[in-house]
């Protein structure tokens, strides 16, 4: 873990939140390289649900609702983590998690369990004391819920159909930490896929299997992922599984969870807000509040195990082995010699064609071998050299990040051979 902390500083990936001020625990920025990989993330993900999935749509909804949403969602009552704490070095635990009466990180006496709210309160409006107190959204789900009937009114989309998004969530964590894991702001996505109650075993399967298939094309190394079946369940849910990173260097941890709801949530919103968010079926005029199957994901919690995934210590090198279509840099392109003109404006012309079209990177700092020991360490996927063969015959040497072996390539078949190596859906 620390070797992924500092590789993702040092070569700016993330960042911790206010750094100059000391940091801020449970916040972080991501650098010039997080960012690449985290849209290239995000695009992947909205795209496959979008435009692979007809019944899809997305939507962006705001981080601040009406304060009754909390109420409504159960989360000012219960969104609670019960915590105990250590009397002598007053670390805190969830309640969960512990056995036994002594504190697990020195010999000191535990409390009693506590209760915790970990919504996090702002106030909207600029009078001292008429402010209203609400809160930032604990989980972007909610926004899904609240406008169900808006989308269902303004589109031809009849049951079964799916609306997602992806934003960020806020939660007072009591205990964050392991990196980007355990954050106090983060970023989920979500599908809510409404369905009749009657075919909810069906769908739940389905997504299930169907999540699990995207993450695994997406990691270096598919097997490390596993599922985990939920035995204790909220009162609402039938069934409820996480999709987990198995080699994590603190365990077996969640990354998206696929979530049973049941009618819990517009039930619970139509009598709040006293709307009827019910739905009827066309066909059969049968009448019924959808039942929800959610699949629930961080966008963080994926970058960070993608990272620890990809991360390679080889013999004299080490290399990050992400997927090309998330890597930040698809390739990069170098003059073999950073003194020789001509090879200079010839790598220069190539670059220049390739950039706006992928996201490539310039570099004549150093010998090769440096900058194919700096490239593999980003993930860069390949490499293009410009040499005296290609003033010759206009083709460049492209290395491969895995393998190492180069192949001669003409100039004019290299964006045709990036675009069909980073296609979105292989
Ligand atoms: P945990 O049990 O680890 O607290 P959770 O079950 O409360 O997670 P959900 O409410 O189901 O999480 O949220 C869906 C997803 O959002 C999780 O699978 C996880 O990937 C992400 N997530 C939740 N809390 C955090 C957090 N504090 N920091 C980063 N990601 C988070």
Redesign the pocket.
């Known amino acids: 873990m620390e070797k992924i902390v500092s590789l993702c500083k040092r070569r700016g990936f993330v960042f911790p939140g206010s750094d100059i001020y000391g940091g801020l625990q449970g916040f972080y920025d991501y650098g010039p390289l997080g960012s690449e990989v985290k849209n290239n993330l995000k695009q992947l993900w909205w795209r496959w649900m979008t435009r692979e999935h007809e019944s899809i749509v997305g939507i962006d909804g705001s981080i601040i609702t009406h304060p009754k949403v909390w109420e409504a969602s159960g989360h000012v009552k219960s969104f609670v983590d019960p915590l105990s704490e250590c009397k002598k070095c007053h670390h805190r635990f969830k309640a969960d998690d512990l056995d036994g009466n002594d504190c697990p990180d020195c010999d000191g006496k535990l409390t009693e369990p506590r209760n915790y709210n970990i919504l996090m309160p702002t106030e909207l409006g600029v009078i001292e004391g008429e402010k209203t107190k609400t809160y930032l959204r604990g989980?972007a789900c909610q926004n899904i819920y609240l406008n169900f009937k808006n989308v269902l009114n303004s589109s031809r989309l009849q049951i079964p159909f799916g609306i997602c998004q992806i934003g960020k969530?806020f939660?007072n964590?009591v205990t964050?930490g392991n990196f980007?894991?355990?954050?106090?702001e983060?970023e989920?996505w979500d599908l809510q896929w409404f369905v009749d109650p009657k075919e909810a075993d069906k769908w739940f399967e389905f997504w299930k299997e169907e999540r699990m298939n995207w993450y695994k094309k997406l990691f270096t190394h598919p097997e490390n992922l596993g599922f985990f079946e939920h035995t204790k369940l909220a009162h609402y849910a039938k069934k409820a599984f996480?999709i987990e990173y198995l080699k994590s260097p603190f365990g077996n941890k969640?990354?998206?969870?696929i979530?049973w709801r049941g009618d819990w949530d517009l039930s619970g919103h139509s009598k709040y807000s006293g709307q009827d968010l019910s739905y009827t079926n066309p066909v059969t005029n049968e009448r019924f509040i959808p039942w929800i199957i959610e699949t629930?994901?961080?966008v963080?919690?994926?970058f960070l195990f993608l990272m620890i995934d990809a991360y390679t210590e080889e013999k004299d090198r080490i290399v990050l082995k992400l997927d090309p279509r998330i890597a930040p840099y698809k390739a990069a392109v170098f003059p073999l010699l950073a003194n020789k003109p001509e090879l200079v404006s010839k790598a220069r012309e190539i670059f220049e064609a390739l950039r706006l079209d992928f996201s490539v990177v310039w570099d004549d700092r150093g010998n090769i071998g440096k900058r194919y020991y700096s490239q593999d360490e980003v993930g860069t996927k390949w490499c293009i050299t410009c040499d005296f063969q290609t003033l010759e015959d206009k083709t460049v040497t492209i290395r491969d990040r895995d393998t190492t072996k180069q192949e001669r390539i003409k100039i004019n078949e290299l964006s045709g051979f990036l675009e069909d190596k980073l296609k979105p859906n292989a």
């Open positions: 989980e969530a939660r964590e964050p980007l894991y355990r954050q106090r983060f989920q996480d969640e990354m998206e969870g979530h629930s994901g961080g963080d919690r994926t």
